[in-house]
């Protein structure tokens, strides 16, 4: 069964910067992207960003170049969103996602989601 | 970016009834197209892809046609675990885009 268990999220500043972790199992996360997904409280989904299998190629929305990193870890089999000088704007829940091999860009599964809070 | 226009915004249905929920695409996309359904406090979730095709799981009252720039959703024999949000979303370039949503409510 594919799971995909986020940690981290919470209350920051503006200015201020927190790292989202993605854990996944029950397939073979070496072999597919990822990304992170946001939707705003009440909005829509807005795709954030996306990392190849290898790590070696990331991919953001204009609105966060610059801004937020992603990454991998293959032996931990795990995702990460790092948001530096995050705003009021970047408020959301965060999900992570699985791509398929072959598209990078359908999100077969899910995370849970971790809410992220910009506020002074 | 490709624009994603879904309609209606929101429906009130009764139990037992069939909708349908269309998404246009800004210019063509193939049968890249995915929907997703998402219920209140939680993740999305996938019922569709590549426009037509059911994922494991998702029960048979689902369906998707379409190619190009025009795709439905149809449920029919609409049940009360239905009541959700859902959207449709483009993979076909990028960067990948998503309609506004359709919330389903109960009459």
Redesign the interface.
Known sequence: EVQLLQSGGGLVQPGGSLRLSCAASGFTFSNCPM?W?RQAPGK????VSAVSPTGGST?Y?DSVKGRFTISRDNSKSTVYLQLDSLRAEDTAAY?CAKGEVG???????????TLVSVSS | DIQMAQSPSSLSASVGDTVTITCRASQGISNHLAWFQQKPGKAPKSLIYSASILESGVPSNFSGSGSGTYFTLTITSLQPEDLATYYCQQYYSYPPTFGGGTKVEFK
């Open positions: 990304s997904v829509g989904l807005e795709w991919y929305t999900y598209a990078t860009y359908y999100f077969d599964h899910w995370g849970q989601g």
